[in-house]
């Protein structure tokens, strides 16, 4: 075997492709829509070297258009998921002992895959699978994804140089092991690039992984499953099932060699979890690593200060981009009595602007919501609202599920900062504003910071630096991510380490060296290179 202190490359956020008229990647990305559209494909399990196909076959459909059949995902088993962390274990002896060099290099093979030949068929699926727009995939199952592997080995190589000091005649070392048992990977619908993170930040540092996918993302993480096998990903290392979550849980959550979970979801699944890992302690091995990101009730807060404008293009991308479906995504809004009209005409102008549809149709900028259960639920919290005289609809509240699962961009105005939809996470395009007494912005802040149980993003406009500097120390806890005169989404690995604290999550960080660090058990070397040969101490000699 070969040694050396290897140079990783330089990562670099990959640039985001504009898709604009007669540029090469929209026609390409338009033949790859038309291609997925045109055939219906049947999705297996990947578990070790095989793949599975059950009887259970399960429809997958655009969400803007759920009467077409994209294909069928093969739904497995308690049997499968047992199969699965049995292949996880069995791979885990030779990954672990691979060299870092040749771990790194697969996953920096996954991201020039996805950068170059997958790339329109990743967003395709992305956009068709899960309602994006063509700008939303790109940054998403392209540009997001990209990062995170390109990082991520960055961040594993800075890990493995963190090293102690040495006194002399002795050497200090540490190893940085994975973790002794298999890492559970469970996954969400919105971010194809989270989707493919949860399992590849785990596989990096040397664990291997049992993989489970929201079905609503299956499309997609069928791509991302293809690519890490043509980038080298060895059998058994990566296992992805398709099994229902509690069949899921109640065999994982119980084998002693369950090591850890990477999860992002809501935060009642994940305190349940939590819980179930609690009383299931004394089955383990080793006490697993518990990393979760979860639910956000996420805020931007206007100082009177503030650039109206700005304001009302920062609520209308942080509300309604994706459909408000990002767990950063801004949903209560809270504006001085002073700017209110104006930023309120200048959303309601571009609201009207808005085009709604499939994403097909690249001139839409608001598809449709992931499946009927949330279209079910956004329509309630719109009819809740409307039948509450403290709430005025300010623009939108209408929803049509006929072809798809649309619901409009819905703008609410309420007398109450405690009202329901200013307190409860919707995941939806539904944004409430609360006009506060802009000689009251101090007060505000702490309403802010008392109103909601999640501290995962939030953001202060302002002009007037000291309103700025006060609204970061009175929301020091209430956002893992806070910005300034920016909407609160859009973190960018490299440059915003993603995550929240409270209800949000672990705040273990996506996309920094934290996030790794929680994959890895350190054991500590001492070695002494010529040993004492004589118990007695200098000061035990007589006077």
Same mark, same amino acid.
Request: hydrophobic share 40%.
């Given at each position: ?6 140079? =990783?490359?330089?990562?670099? %956020? ?11 990647? @929209? ?47 093969? !739904? ?12 996880? *274990? &069995?791979?885990?002896?030779?990954? #672990?002992?691979?060299?870092? #060099? ?34 939303? +995939? ?36 540490? #190893? ?77 959550? /119980? ?17 349940? =979890? ?5 009383? &299931?302690?004394? *089955? ?27 304001? +009302? ?30 930023? /309120? &005409?200048?959303?309601?102008?571009? *609201? ?7 994403? !097909?149709?690249?001139? &839409? ?11 079910? /639920? ?8 409307? #039948? ?12 049509? @599920? ?12 309420? @007398? ?20 506060? %007494?802009?000689?009251?912005? !101090? ?15 939030? +953001? ?46 672990? %705040? ?36």
């Amino acid at each position: 075997m070969t040694s050396g202190f290897f140079h =990783i490359p330089v990562p670099k %956020n990959e640039p985001i492709l504009s898709y604009v008229s007669g540029s090469p990647e @929209k026609t390409t990305l338009k033949r790859a829509l038309t291609d997925a559209r045109s055939q219906q494909i049947e999705i297996p399990m990947y578990i070790g070297g095989e793949k599975v196909y059950t009887d259970q076959r399960i429809p997958l459909s655009p969400p803007h258009d759920h009467q077409h059949i994209l294909g069928y995902f093969h !739904e497995g088993d308690a049997g499968h998921v047992e199969q699965a962390i049995q292949a996880a *274990l &069995n791979a885990k002896p030779q990954w #672990e002992q691979m060299s870092w #060099e040749h771990r790194a290099a697969i996953f920096l093979k996954a991201a020039d895959l996805i950068a170059g030949p997958y790339r329109a068929r990743m967003n395709a699926a992305t956009m068709l699978g899960q309602s994006k727009n063509v700008f939303q +995939a790109e940054i998403d199952s392209a540009c997001e994804i990209i990062d995170f592997l390109r990082f991520n080995v960055a961040y594993m190589g800075e890990i493995y140089q963190q090293q102690p000091i040495s006194s002399q005649g002795v050497w200090n070392r540490v #190893e940085y092991r994975p973790l002794e048992g298999f890492v559970f990977a469970l996954t969400p619908f919105n971010f194809t690039a989270i989707a493919g993170n949860l399992p590849a930040s785990a596989a990096l540092m040397g664990n291997t992984v049992v993989w489970k996918p929201a079905y609503t993302q299956v499309y997609s993480a069928q791509v991302l499953m293809e690519v890490f096998q043509e980038a080298g990903v060895p059998d058994g290392v990566i296992n992805l099932i398709y099994v229902d979550g509690p069949v899921a849980g109640d065999i994982i959550f /119980k084998h002693p060699d369950f090591a850890g979970i990477h999860f992002t979801g809501s935060t009642k699944v994940f305190q349940n =979890i939590w819980k179930t890992i609690g009383e &299931n302690i004394h *089955l383990y091995k080793s006490y697993p690593r518990i990393v979760g990101e979860t639910g956000g009730k996420d805020f931007v807060i206007a100082h009177a200060s503030a650039n109206p404008k700005a304001v +009302a293009v920062g609520l209308l991308r942080g509300a309604f981009e994706y459909q408000g479906q990002k767990c950063s995504a801004a949903s209560r809004a809270y504006i001085p009595h002073t700017l209110w009209e104006e930023v /309120k &005409n200048y959303m309601i102008e571009d *609201l009207k602007t808005f085009r709604m549809g499939g994403v !097909e149709d690249f001139r &839409n900028f608001i598809n449709a919501v992931i499946d009927e259960r949330a279209f079910d /639920k956004i329509a309630s919290y719109i009819d809740r609202a409307k #039948e509450d005289p403290a709430v005025t609809v300010v623009a939108g509240g209408g929803y049509d @599920k006929s072809k798809g699962y649309f619901v409009e961009p819905t703008v609410l105005e309420t @007398k109450n900062p405690q009202s329901l939809t200013m307190c409860e996470e919707i995941f939806g395009p539904v944004l409430t504003v609360y006009v506060y %007494n802009a000689d009251n912005f !101090e007060q505000t802040l702490e309403l802010v910071d008392q109103t909601s149980p999640y501290a995962l993003t939030g +953001a202060v406009f302002a002009q007037d630096r000291y309103a700025i500097e006060l609204a970061s120390a009175k929301l020091k806890h209430s956002a893992g991510n806070f910005y300034i005169n920016d909407k609160p989404t859009g973190a960018v690995v490299g440059q915003q380490p993603f995550g929240g604290g409270r209800a949000s999550g672990t %705040n273990d960080k996506a996309g920094s060296l934290l996030n790794l660090l929680r994959w890895v058990s350190t054991r500590t070397i001492k070695e002494t290179f010529v040993s004492p040969t004589d118990y007695r101490y200098p000061f035990l000699a007589e006077e």
